[in-house]
């Protein structure tokens, strides 16, 4: 029984429907016109999108078992101590940096505008960093290991990417005055959103969202993220406002003649549990192994993946801008070959 019970509260904990279930037994429906309130009532919502998402590939026939089992695998075992530390890791950066807080920021629209503005720039630094350090990317790489693409792959991330994320987004926030109020509200928009643009194409065909892409990133934004083609790879790094990655020339529209391959570039068995969570530690360790010197074994630690102490780099911006150079004339930051891609959004 005890088995049942404890099945019982994960999965309550998995749709996130305490809250909801108890405002429905004690009938007091005021909370709702709270923020807490709010979040209560939102929260299921990723959830039960990906079980709706799941019930539709049933429904076109088109349901793969390993799409979902190593997210599932990764979810199991996050729960289990992913999530402490990064509480921890926010409570630290809080209590250790608020005095040096460099604006006094307030509780009013305006300054949320600014405190999103800010957060967003801090997702940006995680996340290029995710991307451009080795290290780093050792945490970040099981995210995008998956290659298919549904709301599953947002419960895919190495127990360690929350708490390393979120000492640097948080760090960013609280010191640039922004008060633990507002990021809190500001991090539960960012895990939503976060979560929705990985929506899949069973759920949502197209996911451009027409004018509204030119501000919000979009699914579409997200999967070209998630791709492993030349010119889709390390673009798109913001999660709900495209303004940094069009400051920092990061932002690359999905061409309706490119379909995306979602992956990693290396040969990955991604049905494999270990080689999707460990792989990446595995190789980032046999390579600082074979490298000659203190100083080539510490650069191979914070070069981007792709690096090599020979000089025979293969590093993403370079497989980007050779296939850019190939393919010259063509139209590539803006509008897809053959008509405005927003007209079919
Ligand atoms: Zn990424
Ligand atoms: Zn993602």
């Not at 299921?44 to 997210?71: C, G």
Request: charged share 15%.
């Amino acid at each position: 029984m005890e088995i049942l019970e404890t099945l019982r509260d994960e999965i309550v904990g998995f749709f996130s429907i305490n809250g909801l279930v108890e405002i429905i037994r004690s009938g007091d429906y005021h909370s709702l016109r709270t923020w807490s309130g709010i979040q209560t009532v939102l929260s299921p919502l990723i959830p039960f999108i990906v079980i709706i998402e799941i019930l539709l590939a049933f429904a076109h026939k088109n349901f793969n078992r390993a799409e979902y089992k190593i997210p599932f695998f990764i979810y199991i075992f996050n729960r289990i101590i992913g999530k402490f530390i990064s509480f921890g890791v926010i409570a630290f950066c809080i209590g250790l940096l608020s005095p040096y807080a460099l604006l006094p920021v307030s509780l009013t629209w305006y300054w949320f505008i600014y405190g999103y503005i800010v957060w967003e720039f801090a997702h940006f630094i995680y996340h290029f960093l995710a991307h451009k350090v080795r290290l780093f990317w050792c945490l970040h790489s099981s995210h995008h290991a998956p290659e298919q693409m549904n709301l599953s792959v947002t419960y895919a991330h190495f127990f360690l990417e929350g708490p390393y994320a979120d000492f640097i987004r948080t760090s960013i926030c609280i010191l640039a005055g922004v008060p633990p109020v507002m990021l809190f509200a500001i991090m539960f928009i960012d895990g939503t959103w976060g979560g929705f643009i990985h929506v899949g194409e069973n759920f949502m065909k197209n996911a451009r969202f027409g004018f509204l892409g030119k501000f919000i990133l979009t699914p579409s934004h997200h999967r070209v993220h998630h791709a492993r083609n030349p010119l889709y790879m390390d673009t798109n790094f913001c999660n709900l406002l495209n303004i940094w990655d069009r400051v920092f020339k990061t932002y690359q529209p999905e061409q309706n003649d490119i379909t995306i391959q979602y992956g990693i570039t290396r040969s990955i068995n991604a049905g494999n549990f270990f080689d999707v969570y460990f792989g990446e530690f595995y190789y980032l360790a046999k390579d600082v192994a074979r490298a000659p010197g203190i100083k080539n074994k510490f650069l191979y630690l914070i070069m981007p993946p792709g690096w090599s102490h020979t000089g025979n780099h293969m590093l993403a911006k370079d497989i980007r801008r050779q296939y850019m150079n190939t393919h010259a004339g063509k139209s590539l930051m803006d509008s897809p070959p053959g008509g405005d891609q927003r007209k079919s959004a």
